[in-house]
């Protein structure tokens, strides 16, 4: 195989899985890791990956890139349902669980469907219609809809949310870095993020592994704000190692 047929279907490999690591990629290939690594280095040099301790991400747009929710849904979603149902089992029956907006929330709440006596709070207009037909007590917050995540933001939603309180937070981010902090390309959802976690007891951050290593427009919350994160076995080794650093549970699914 040429050089460039290989590069181009690392980056097909890529688009599909959303991220890719040099041993994986050198057995695909049967070639050394060294090779690999001098592919990625070259796709990154051209913008088309975004280079990462042991792999590959995506290449990011920008801090201002924020993909639509129906976008979203196709990427990652195995990884998803695993996350959602780990944090389907630190919720307890007679609690009240906040969930921001987001594709792998999403999961979470579908995961949540079957408890008998349960409050969800959320922004999430499309998680509150899954919801509908539940047993569970659904309180939306109000607010400015926005289109992109089908979500609540401004005034009101930050007004809803200091009127409550709540056991756990499930927060899902477009950006984990963890020296900087969980962010996201939207302002106005930055804002109604850190509303949500001062009104819960406990905020776990949800998000598969390609959102490791990643800034987006807007700071939610330092790590330090979190109790515990929930992701898929892809974290890049470096970002593990600095969350078990910071005293953070990790939890690996």
């Not at 579908?110 to 919801?131: P, Q």
């Not at 076995?233 to 990790?250: C, F, N, Q, Y």
Request: net charge positive; hydrophobic share 40%.
């Amino acid at each position: 195989m040429l050089n460039e047929e290989r590069r181009r279907e690392i980056v097909e490999i890529l688009g599909r899985d959303g991220r890719v690591l040099v041993a994986d990629i050198a057995r695909k290939f049967a070639t050394s890791e060294v090779t690999i690594r001098k592919d990625l280095d070259v796709l990154h040099s051209h913008g088309l990956v975004h280079r990462t301790h042991g792999g590959a991400l995506p290449a990011q747009e920008g801090a201002l890139e924020d993909p639509t929710l129906r976008e979203k849904e196709r990427l990652r979603r195995k990884e998803k349902l695993r996350i959602a149902a780990c944090a389907g089992r630190l919720v307890k029956e007679g609690q009240v669980v906040i969930l921001d907006s987001g594709t792998t929330t999403t999961a979470i709440g579908r995961a949540l469907r079957n408890f008998r006596k349960l409050t969800i709070i959320t922004n999430a207009v499309n998680i509150a219609a899954e919801l509908s037909g539940a047993s569970i007590e659904v309180i939306l917050t109000g607010g400015t809809l926005r289109k992109n995540s089908f979500s609540l933001v401004g005034p009101i939603a930050e007004e809803a949310l200091r009127r409550l309180n709540a056991d756990i937070l499930f927060l899902g981010v477009d950006g984990f870095d963890v020296q900087y902090g969980l962010s996201t390309p939207n302002i106005l959802e930055a804002k109604v993020n850190r509303v949500m976690v001062e009104a819960a007891k406990r905020t776990v951050a949800v998000c598969d592994s390609s959102k490791f290593g990643r800034r987006s427009l807007s700071l939610i919350v330092p790590t330090s704000a979190l109790h515990e994160v929930i992701t898929d076995r892809g974290i890049p080794k470096t970002e593990l190692r600095a969350l078990k650093k910071s005293g953070l549970e990790v939890t690996l699914v």
